[in-house]
């Protein structure tokens, strides 16, 4: 080889997307970790009973299946490190799951519009899970984003949608995937229900196909993905139909201005993409969900962008839950600039700050450890105390951290 000439690369170059699929990759089993002797498994009954608070319920695979369809897990949780996949149901997860089964009462078609908001590792994300588990089990349409930052990145191709006022922009390949995820997470209650609404699409539709099969139409031709989505949202909205829970994480990105540029080299709003649109009318209440549900989302405390109008929106909630009325509450700052439009679509939405574990819930999650072989040390009221401590007062994922992930 000449001296000084750069060499050639000796390894086979990852294939385009493989990388990715390798950063995104989720493990739910270890086979090395013991199996937790007498693990209740989360079903319909002890969702919200408050003897099940404090304790660890297993996942079943009925539940698993759709949760991954959706992308409900994460691959920075620890779910590798345990032999089946296991959620901690706390004190709010007993809330939210009272919530959601208030909601189901048909008939009533009751709307409830929430954010959850809380420090970075409490616990938002898995919470987000939690919840849809709970509306699978009642037999609910999910409809998740599971990262609001794939819609505002730049990453996703875009297309002006003519005629719209503001102009709309639309994300054919995104919609498209959203819609197979649909399709393959909801199979169990679509698969029941069949088309009954005459819709203007491009192509011939039968008139009795089940709305699986109908969500599929849509997710394997990009040009038929939005018009499908539209009408499949138009037969889910129909009389009859179950409630919809329809969920989001890393909120903050939908509330400012995306990466994507408009002809004049300007930022586009995320409002103006079709399906960031579609998500805020429902979580303002422009829009409503005729069968009752649930519009959820939650906030990101890691790689979080900045957002005026989020941050006063979760300012004022704190002061209202303390009890300060009036002048006491935060108000918009006339001589900062504030993003009107995110500040409009927020008003008047419940926010449910998760909190740091109490010591017993701490002390329920560490016995789980122990039991799973993760944790060596014997798990006693001392120790339960230091960790939680050095868990910033039980936040979740610190407290993962100091006992799993710093171990001596």
Not at 167 to 176: D, E, F, N, P
Not at 304 to 317: C, H
Request: proline share 6%.
């Amino acid at each position: 080889m000449r001296k000084g000439a750069a060499s050639s690369p000796s390894g086979k170059p990852p294939a385009p997307g493989e990388r990715k699929a390798m950063r995104k990759r989720i493990v739910l089993s270890n086979t090395n970790a013991l199996e937790v002797q007498g693990l209740q498994k989360l079903n319909p009954k002890n969702i919200a009973r408050e003897d099940s608070k404090c304790r660890v319920l297993a996942l079943s695979d009925e539940l698993v299946d759709p949760l991954r369809a959706v992308e409900a897990f994460k691959p920075t949780q620890g779910w590798n490190m345990f032999r089946k996949p296991s959620v901690l149901w706390r004190e709010q997860s007993i809330q939210m799951a009272q919530i959601i089964s208030s909601l189901d009462k048909r008939g009533e078609n009751e709307v409830r519009r929430m954010v959850l908001s809380g420090e970075k590792g409490s616990g938002k994300t898995v919470m987000l899970l939690q919840a849809m588990a709970v509306a699978f089990l009642k037999g609910w349409v999910v409809i998740n984003i599971p990262d609001a930052k794939d819609l505002t990145d730049a990453h996703t191709e875009y297309a002006p949608v003519p005629g719209t006022s503001p102009l709309q922009y639309i994300q054919r390949s995104y919609v498209s995937n959203l819609l197979a995820q649909i399709a393959k997470a909801n199979a169990t209650v679509l698969s029941k229900l069949e088309i009954s609404m005459k819709h203007d699409l491009p192509i011939p539709v039968q008139s009795n196909i089940s709305l699986d099969r109908f969500a599929d139409l849509g997710a394997k031709d990009l040009d038929l993905a939005w018009p499908i989505f539209r009408a499949l949202w138009d037969e889910l909205t129909g009389p009859l139909r179950p409630p919809i829970l329809l969920a989001a994480d890393n909120l903050n990105f939908f509330m400012r201005h995306s990466e994507y540029l408009g002809a004049d080299l300007k930022p586009i709003h995320a409002h103006d993409l079709l399906l960031v649109r579609h998500f805020v009318e429902h979580l303002s209440g422009a829009q409503v969900l005729p069968n009752g549900g649930l519009v959820l989302a939650a906030t990101t405390g890691s790689n979080k962008p900045s957002s005026s109008a989020l941050d006063l929106v979760l300012r004022q909630a704190e002061a209202r839950a303390k009890g300060l009325t009036g002048d006491a509450v935060p108000q918009w700052d006339p001589y900062k600039p504030i993003d009107e439009r995110s500040l409009k679509s927020m008003a008047d939405l419940d926010v449910l700050h998760v909190k740091g574990l109490s010591k017993d819930e701490a002390r329920g999650i560490m016995d789980y450890y122990a039991a799973s072989g993760m944790l060596r040390q014997a798990v006693d009221h001392r120790l339960v105390a230091e960790k939680w401590a050095l868990a910033g007062g039980g936040i979740i994922g610190e407290l993962e951290r100091g006992t799993l992930r710093m171990r001596p």
